[in-house]
T-cell receptor, first 112, second 115 residues
Framework: AAGVIQSPRHLIKEKRETATLKCYPI?????VYWYQQGPGQDPQFLIS???????DKGSIPDRFSAQQFSDYHSELNMSSLELGDSALYFC???????????FGQGTRLTVV | AQSVTQPDIHITVSEGASLELRCNYS??????LFWYVQSPGQGLQLLLK??????LVQGIKGFEAEFKRSQSSFNLRKPSVHWSDAAEYFC?????????????FGGGTRVLVKP
């Protein structure tokens, strides 16, 4: 069965650079979530989109932005990267009935 | 505000022994409850979820969980642990029928399996 696809799987950036993470949800899923998991931490919710509209917002820095496109894929744009942004970034998708989300494998971002 | 507590940070269990991971949640309404497993450096895999109905939920890899409303708990169990079950386990809660709303995760329980 198709799963949530995230790209790239690994990304190394320098401080103050920008990064774009992509997420392709499970086919027919209309809701996308982004989570950030720091080393040894539990996943923290960043932002979500339902039918291409932002539906909820968590602890997402102002330096980050995201959107969901007409084909339901989503991109997380991160600017002015800081060392503390190094983390595993998960995308998850679900149908509108609820938050029962299926997660991608994550993108490991390392800021040096 | 919703919250999830996993009281055990680490659990060590012998291979073949039973395993129970505790999860307590705080939520003002009927929650969706989930258990995820994460192997080192890997993504989150959904083990099982509870929305309504039978309070004993069967999941993948031989796991089951029981929802107890009176105790606000959703403990995960496995009768006989395999070495491949060594991983971190996260309990999560989400709002009922609320599209696009977030999951709140517990702090996780790391399971070590002794041979």
């Amino acid at each position: 069965a198709a799963g949530v696809i995230q790209s790239p799987r690994h990304l190394i950036k320098e401080k103050r650079e920008t990064a774009t993470l992509k997420c392709y949800p499970i086919p027919r899923h209309d809701t996308v979530y982004w989570y950030q998991q720091g080393p040894g931490q539990d996943p923290q919710f960043l932002i979500s989109f339902y039918e291409k509209m932002q539906s909820d917002k968590g602890s997402i820095p102002d330096r980050f932005s995201a959107q969901q496109f007409s084909d339901y894929h989503s991109e997380l744009n991160m600017s002015s990267l800081e060392l503390g942004d190094s983390a595993l970034y998960f995308c998850a998708s679900s149908l509108e009935e609820g938050p029962g989300a299926f997660f991608g494998q994550g993108t490991r971002l390392t800021v040096v | 505000a919703q919250s999830v507590t996993q009281p055990d940070i680490h659990i060590t269990v012998s291979e073949g022994a039973s395993l129970e991971l505790r999860c307590n949640y705080s939520y003002g309404a009927t929650p969706y409850l989930f258990w995820y497993v994460q192997s080192p450096g890997q993504g989150l895999q959904l083990l099982l979820k509870y929305f309504s109905g039978d309070t004993l939920v069967q999941g993948i890899k031989g796991f089951e969980a029981e929802f107890k409303r009176s105790q606000s708990s959703f403990n995960l169990r496995k009768p006989s642990v395999h070495w491949s079950d060594a991983a971190e386990y996260f309990c999560a809660v989400g709002p009922f029928k609320a599209a696009g709303n977030k999951l709140t995760f517990g702090g996780g329980t790391r399971v070590l399996v002794k041979p």
